[in-house]
Nanobody, 125 residues
C-alpha cells in the first residue's frame, strides 16, 4: 500500500502561481509513476501531469503545457506541481495519484492505483 498526502491548495486570482506537494509513504519502493489529476464540479476527474519515477519523464495535458511543471524528489518520495499563470478554468480539486500508466500526454483516472485526499484550488477572475 502507498499513502499520499497533498498540500498547497488555496484561493487565488487569475495570473497567480501556486505549488502543490504530495508526499508518498508506505511501499514507496514499488512506485513507478506519480502525478496529478483534477476534478471540477460536475465533471470527470482528468489527468493534469505525470512523471515517471525512474528517468523522470514528464507528461502534461495540453491545457496546462507551458504553465504547469511537475517535478519529483525521489529521496523524499515527494512530487510537486508548480502552477503558473493560473486561470479560472484551473479551478478544481487536485488529486495526487500514484501507480498509473502514462501514454503520450494522457493517463486514465480509472487506471490509478493510489489516490490522495485532494486539495482545492480556486482561481477567481
Amino acid at each position: 500500500q502507498v499513502q499520499l498526502v497533498e498540500s498547497g491548495g488555496g484561493l487565488l486570482q487569475a495570473g497567480d502561481s501556486l505549488r502543490l506537494s504530495c508526499a508518498a509513504s508506505g511501499r514507496t519502493s514499488s512506485i513507478y509513476s506519480m502525478g496529478w489529476f483534477r476534478q471540477a464540479p460536475g465533471k470527470e476527474r482528468d489527468f493534469v501531469a505525470g512523471i515517471t519515477w525512474i528517468g523522470g519523464s514528464t507528461a502534461y495535458t495540453n491545457s496546462v503545457k507551458g504553465r504547469f511543471t511537475i517535478s519529483s524528489d525521489n529521496a523524499k518520495n515527494t512530487v510537486y506541481l508548480q502552477m503558473n499563470g493560473l486561470k479560472p478554468e484551473d479551478t478544481a480539486v487536485y488529486y495526487c495519484a500514484a501507480q498509473f500508466p502514462i501514454r503520450g500526454s494522457a493517463a486514465a483516472a480509472t487506471q490509478v492505483m493510489y489516490w490522495g485526499q485532494g486539495t482545492q484550488v480556486t482561481v477567481s477572475s
